[in-house]
Every structure is written in structure tokens, then in C-alpha cells.
């Protein structure tokens, strides 16, 4: 069978409600470095504990691994934190960006302060940022 040559009229939507039907908004993942520096820290530690023993001071070994375990659970604490707080900013950047009347996401438009205690907490302050009249 042939495919008839009609096509179906496009749906003419009002600007309303082009706003709240605009298409999925997606930001790149950010590129984040703190299992990285977590595990540099945790080897830190390490080469320590074996160096203290050659340079002839076995007193420094256990201080070294101490120090390095310390660094590099305070930095994944940290670090994995801060990841969180990205993901939730960034959610929020992609649902205000047809709000806001933008063309395309930016992590610039949305910055969070003030965050609460807690994981990964709330943020205190939102400054968004957008083109008046545009």
C-alpha cells in the first residue's frame, strides 16, 4: 500500500502553554574530583608509612597514615557532599530555565548560599540570574 500524501495540521499552542509543555532541559554532569583527591590522600598516607621506616624515622609512620586516612575521609565527606549540592542546583536550573524564558540551561543562572546544616542541606539563598524583557 501507497502512504497518502496528507499530513496532519501542527497544533498551534498559546505562549501559556508552550511554557509549561517545553522540552526536557538536560545539564552535563559535573566533573568532580574528590575520589581522586581522596585516594591521593589515602596513598599520601601510605608512602608515608613506608618512608618513615627507610629515612630512619620509624616514629613518623603511624602519624603519616593517621594524617593521610583523616585527609582522605574528610575530603570524601566533603567532596561527595558538595556533589549533591550540584545535582540539587542543578535540577533546579533545569526546571527554571523555560521559566525564566532562557534558551538553554546555564549553571550560571541559579546560585545557591547559605546552605543549612544537614545532607547535603538547603540552600538559604537563591540569586537567579536572567535577561529583563528578553
Not at 497518502?4 to 538536560?26: D, G, H, I, L
Not at 533545569?94 to 547559605?114: F, H, I, Q
Request: charged content about 20%; proline content about 9%.
Amino acid at each position: 500500500m501507497a502512504r497518502s500524501a496528507t499530513r496532519r495540521p501542527p497544533v498551534r499552542r498559546t505562549p501559556q502553554e508552550r511554557m509549561f509543555t517545553a522540552p526536557a532541559v538536560a545539564l552535563l554532569p559535573q566533573h568532580n574530583t574528590w575520589m581522586r583527591d581522596s585516594t591521593v590522600c589515602a596513598a599520601a598516607g601510605i608512602g608515608g608509612y613506608g618512608a618513615g621506616p627507610l629515612l630512619a624515622e620509624p616514629q613518623w609512620a603511624i602519624p603519616a597514615l593517621a594524617a593521610g586516612t583523616v585527609a582522605a575521609v574528610l575530603r570524601g565527606i566533603a567532596g561527595r557532599r558538595s556533589q549533591a549540592r550540584a545535582e540539587l542546583t542543578d535540577k533546579l536550573v533545569e526546571s527554571l530555565t523555560p521559566l525564566l524564558g532562557l534558551r538553554a540551561a546555564d549553571r550560571r543562572t541559579v546560585r545557591a548560599k547559605s546552605w543549612t546544616r544537614g545532607w547535603p542541606g538547603r540552600p538559604g539563598k537563591l540569586e537567579l540570574r536572567y535577561a529583563p524583557g528578553g
